[in-house]
């Protein structure tokens, strides 16, 4: 808890997560859950509480591995 997530959203979209987070420095990639290739990543720091996370265009569901460093 606190270091690493993996969240599955099923469907299309864009959409956007909203996340209550520890402080930390963060590395996001949302991942193509049919090929397994990387859609887009992103680094940030964050200082802890709420965190509006934005995913790029997908189809069918997309992953999102999320890792405070």
């Known amino acids: 808890p ?3 997530y993996a969240i599955y959203l099923d469907g ?3 959409t956007e997560l909203t996340l209550d ?7 996001a990639e949302w991942i193509n859950v049919a090929t397994g290739g990387v ?4 680094s940030f720091g ?3 509480g709420s965190r509006v996370l934005g995913s790029p265009r997908f ?5 999102l591995r ?4």
């Open 2 to 4: 606190g270091r690493e």
């Open 12 to 14: 299309n979209g864009p």
């Open 21 to 27: 987070l520890p402080k930390g420095q963060y590395s």
């Open 39 to 42: 859609l887009h990543t992103e």
């Open 46 to 48: 964050h200082a802890g």
């Open 59 to 63: 189809t069918d569901g997309v992953a």
């Open 66 to 69: 999320l890792v405070n460093r």
